[in-house]
Each structure stands twice: as structure tokens, then as C-alpha cells.
């Protein structure tokens, strides 16, 4: 049975659906033995922490233009330039050693070392498909959008693993096996990009509107709701700076090293992580419509950070991997309540232009913390060191973030 808020969608918001399950696949995909490729074909930790780092930064970059420019120049066409964008940086990565042209591909181009998204695309879905749906339903339709990523990063995570362990049980070296995985990254952006082309021209705004939001451009778009914009950016990218110390591939690596697990049986690890990360948000939007947006997010989220917190101090491997899942089976709960708040609390003409500036703090704070992350796992006895300073930082951002928006209720709660 297909749930109500569901069945108001058209063809392109489902087309929208299957475009992030592609690309998070993708992500899922290379997440799991993005490290290990790095520093197979001989880069350091120190090396790969950075190429990490500036791919983030280009990431951020890339998406601030195309995201506040989506709504003037057009969403599909920026969708699908975002995409050629994602092909074309994992066929640089699967083709070459040099760490300059790594560093620059990555930074042009756009990679996930988190599973994660990044790049335009969330942003500009998200304002699509606030368009077509009530503010009711929004924080649902955004809880299915989550679990479908989810579900897809979950599959990825699992494929990339178990295609590269495969591989390297035939006559291919470890390497070879973790660049199969690079190209079919590769390949899935431009499948995405095709996926692009036939969504049609219904997800643009409509004359009227993207007038009005022309005419209203201040701060990269953002006139009305420039301040409170400010603020959760701000906040945003305290929580993905501290999420970007135990981003999923170096999560896997501190597996590798602290365990000795491999990428086979890690792709299932973080399989089950995302899978259960995913359910969870469809509980999420049913808390929100009892308790809100706000309490919601923050009274999931800390308890999820203490379980990070621990999950360094278990001394077995399935005890640290059961802390892992019982903390991926909370922590994002927060993420389509958070997305739902930041489409409800702006102005409609500027919410691919909020969407897009908020995710890119989030990629700007989760772009820093690779490089740190990479001198620490250079040392063997600070490789716990990550998951510390994640979970207390994010238990800030979460104290924060309920002092200054308890009292700045989105539509469907001031009824």
C-alpha cells in the first residue's frame, strides 16, 4: 500500500525519487574503498585526508553556484550538469596516480567519501519537491526521500564491498579490484545525468515566481530569509564538521585498522548501518507530527551522539559494531525534520537558494575535518581519537540548535 503522501506525486517527483536511489548507490558504491584505492596506488593517509578535504571544498563551491542559480538558469539543466560533473571526477580517479590530478579532479568534480550526498543535487530536489506537496505532507515525503537514499547507499555499500572482494579472489590485484568500483562510479553519473534529461520541465519554477525571486536576490538569493538562513548554516556546518571526523570511509578504515575487518564484510556493516538509518526516518516524521520539527531533531540526535561516543571504548568487534547500528538506527532521524524545517522556515521563491547555502556550510564544515582525520589515523594511537571529538561536538550543536529555534515554529505547527 502506498502511503498518502506519496500518491499526490508526478511522474517527475518519482523520477526525482530514482534519481537519488541512483546516486547514493554511487556513493555507497565508492565510499567503502575510496581510502583503500587512495592509499593502495600510494598515497599516504596524510595525502588521501587532503584529497578528501578539497574534494569536499570543490564540492562546496560547485554547489553554491549551481544551487543559487538553479531557479534563474534553470533545475534540470544544473541537475545534469552536476552529474556529468560526478562521471567525470570518478573516471579521472579511476585513470590516474598523480596526486595532482586526483586533487584536481576531485576538487572540479564531485565524490562522496562520506556515502553521503554532496554536490547540487539535494538542494535542488528538495525545493522541487516542496513545490508539489502540502506543508503537512512535506516532512513525510522527505522521510521516504531519506529512506530511499538510504536504502541505495546501504546497497552501494554492500556492492562495492563485495565486487571488490570478488575481484581480487580471481587474478586482479587489490587495487584493480577497488578501481572496478571507481569506474562503475563513473558510469552510474552518467546514467544519473541521463535520468536528469527526462524529468521535465514541471520541477522549474514558473514565470511568476522565478521573477519574483529574481527580483528579490540579496545575499547569494536569499532577500526575506536571509537571517535565519545565516543561523542554521552556522549551526549546519558545526554538525558536519563534527560528522566529518567518522565520514563512512574513513569509519570503514578505522575498522580495517583498529579489527582488521575487510572491505567484503564492511560493505555488510554499513549495509545494515544505513539500512536501519533509513527506517528510521519514517519514525522520524511521525514524531514530528506529535512532539515537532525542533524537539524532534535535537531529542534523537544526542542520544545518538553519546552512543558515537562509544563506540571506540568497546574492546570486541561486535560489540562496536552493535553501538555502530543502534547509533545509525537514531541518528538520522534528524535528517528529513531538518530538511522539512529549512524548506518550511524560508520563503518559497528562495528555497533552493536556502536549500543550496545551508548545504553548502554542511560540505564547507564536513570538508575541514578529513585533513585532521588523515594525521590522526597516521598515528596508531590516535585512530579513536575522531570519534570524541564527533560526538561532543555534535552534542553542542544540538543545545545550540534548540535554544535558538524552539520558539520559530514552521506553518503546520502554528495551528
Do not use: C
Request: net charge positive; glycine share 8%; proline share 4%.
Amino acid at each position: 500500500m502506498i502511503p498518502n503522501a506519496l500518491k499526490a506525486l508526478n511522474r517527475d517527483t518519482w523520477l526525482l525519487f530514482l534519481t537519488r536511489f541512483t546516486r547514493l548507490f554511487a556513493y555507497g558504491l565508492i565510499s567503502v574503498v575510496l581510502v583503500f584505492y587512495l592509499v593502495g596506488i600510494g598515497l599516504t593517509e596524510s595525502q588521501t585526508g587532503l584529497v578528501l578535504t578539497l574534494t569536499l571544498i570543490g564540492d562546496t563551491a560547485i554547489s553554491l553556484y549551481l544551487t543559487t542559480q538553479a531557479d534563474r538558469v534553470g533545475r534540470r539543466r544544473m541537475l545534469i550538469i552536476g552529474a556529468l560533473l560526478m562521471a567525470a571526477a570518478g573516471l579521472v580517479f579511476a585513470l590516474t596516480r598523480n596526486f595532482f590530478w586526483l586533487v584536481v579532479a576531485g576538487t572540479i568534480g564531485v565524490i562522496s567519501p562520506s556515502g553521503n550526498e554532496v554536490g547540487p543535487f539535494l538542494s535542488i530536489e528538495q525545493a522541487a519537491l516542496s513545490h508539489v506537496v502540502s506543508d503537512r505532507a512535506r516532512t513525510e515525503v522527505f522521510a521516504w526521500y531519506t529512506l530511499t537514499g538510504s536504502l541505495a547507499t546501504a546497497l552501494g555499500a554492500l556492492f562495492g564491498g563485495a565486487l571488490s572482494q570478488a575481484l581480487q579472489k580471481t587474478s586482479t590485484t587489490q587495487v584493480t579490484g577497488y578501481r572496478a568500483v571507481v569506474v562503475l562510479y563513473a558510469i552510474l553519473g552518467l546514467v544519473l545525468a541521463l535520468l536528469f534529461t527526462r524529468v521535465s520541465r514541471e520541477i522549474e519554477l514558473r514565470p511568476s515566481e522565478a521573477g519574483e525571486s529574481a527580483g528579490a536576490r540579496g545575499w547569494f538569493g536569499i532577500n526575506k530569509s536571509r537571517h535565519v538562513v545565516a543561523k542554521l548554516s552556522g549551526l549546519f556546518a558545526l554538525d558536519a564538521f563534527a560528522g566529518g571526523f567518522v565520514v563512512q570511509s574513513f569509519a570503514a578504515y578505522w575498522f580495517y585498522l583498529r579489527f582488521g575487518v575487510k572491505p567484503a564484510t564492511l560493505g555488510v556493516i554499513f549495509f545494515w548501518a544505513n539500512i536501519f538509518s533509513g527506517i528510521s526516518a519514517l519514525l522520524a516524521s511521525r514524531l514530528a507530527a506529535r512532539f515537532g520539527l525542533i524537539r524532534t531533531m535535537v531529542l534523537t540526535h544526542l542520544p545518538s551522539n553519546i552512543l558515537l561516543l562509544l563506540v571506540p571504548l568497546m574492546p570486541k568487534l561486535w560489540l562496536a559494531v552493535l553501538v555502530l547500528l543502534a547509533r545509525f538506527s537514531i541518528s538520522q532521524m534528524d535528517v528529513p525534520t531538518r530538511q522539512s524545517y529549512t524548506m518550511a522556515v524560508v520563503s518559497p521563491e528562495e528555497r533552493s537558494a536556502a536549500a543550496g547555502i545551508t548545504g553548502v556550510a554542511r560540505t564547507m564544515g564536513a570538508a575541514i575535518s578529513p585533513l585532521f582525520v588523515g594525521f590522526l589515523f597516521a598515528n596508531p594511537r590516535l585512530i579513536n581519537l575522531p570519534f570524541f571529538i564527533a560526538g561532543t561536538l555534535k552534542i553542542l550543536y544540538d543545545l545550540i540548535l534548540y535554544k535558538e529555534f524552539i520558539t520559530t515554529k514552521p506553518p503546520e505547527e502554528q495551528r
